[in-house]
């Protein structure tokens, strides 16, 4: 079975201050990991996700995240935060490859104070 | 644009009443998903189709039904609404198979109150 770990449920930051969001999933076979965003009232969007390849991962709006095979973390990281990023994101692992198997973390609200 | 719409944005029902919420994508997925999100519980599956007819159940399938006629479009049903189904619940939709088709595409999310 595999499980998604989000260790801090609120995250307050200062805009311009550096971020990082932290995920730890567990997994007895080779995984796929994303990171979704929610803003207010809205569905979920793609961040980013990890599929191979190189483990530092690059997505939209300026945010990356780092896979950490030996320590099994994606944590979530973006070096200067805007008001506009005060969302929930949401962390979510999948072990066969397939969207069936997508388990989502319980989810970070990051508020960016003025 | 991959799209997937969901039919309300909010809905109030009353107690015993029966629900439908409507989830429709235009980008000839195979999969088709309903997730209930919570506070503090992030997204929990209800179910899954995976293809016309076909269905799974997912984490958390009591208390609902769906229905899958036409590849385009998956409905959630509430037999009979309860207080302790009120939740925001989302419609998401993929590609069969995995690796670059992992990807699941949400819809905006339907916020069901029970009273």
């Known amino acids: 079975a595999q499980s998604v770990t989000q260790l801090d449920s609120q995250v307050p930051v200062f805009e311009e201050a550096p971020v990082e969001l932290r995920c730890n999933y567990s997994?007895?076979?080779?995984?796929?990991l994303f990171w979704y965003v929610q803003y207010p009232n809205q569905g979920l969007q793609l961040l980013l996700k990890?599929?191979?390849?190189?483990?530092l991962v690059k997505g939209i709006n300026g945010f990356e995240a780092e896979f950490n095979k030996s320590q099994t973390s994606f944590h979530l990281r973006k070096p200067s935060v805007h008001i506009s990023d005060t969302a929930e994101y949401f962390c979510?692992?999948?072990?066969?490859?397939?969207?069936?198997?997508?388990?989502f973390g319980s989810g970070t609200q990051l508020t960016v104070l003025p | 644009d991959v799209k997937v719409t969901q039919s309300s944005r909010y809905l109030v029902k009353r107690t015993g009443e029966k629900v439908f919420l409507e989830c429709v994508q235009d980008?000839?997925?195979?999969?088709m998903f309903w997730y209930r999100q919570d506070p503090g519980l992030g997204l929990r599956l209800i179910y899954f189709?995976?293809?016309?007819?076909?269905?799974e159940k997912g984490d958390i399938p009591e208390g609902y039904s769906v229905s899958r006629e036409k590849k385009e479009r998956f409905s959630l049903i509430l037999e009979s609404a309860s207080t302790n189904q009120t939740s925001m619940y989302l419609c998401?939709?993929?590609?069969?198979?995995?690796?670059?088709?992992?990807?699941?595409?949400f819809g905006q999310g339907t916020r069901l109150t029970v009273v």
């Open positions: 979510a692992v999948s072990s066969s490859g397939s969207a069936r198997q997508l388990t």
């Open positions: 980008m000839d997925h195979e999969n």
């Open positions: 997994s007895s076979v080779s995984v796929y």
């Open positions: 189709s995976y293809d016309v007819k076909m269905k």
């Open positions: 990890y599929l191979s390849g190189s483990t």
């Open positions: 998401a939709s993929s590609l069969l198979g995995g690796g670059m088709n992992t990807e699941a595409f």
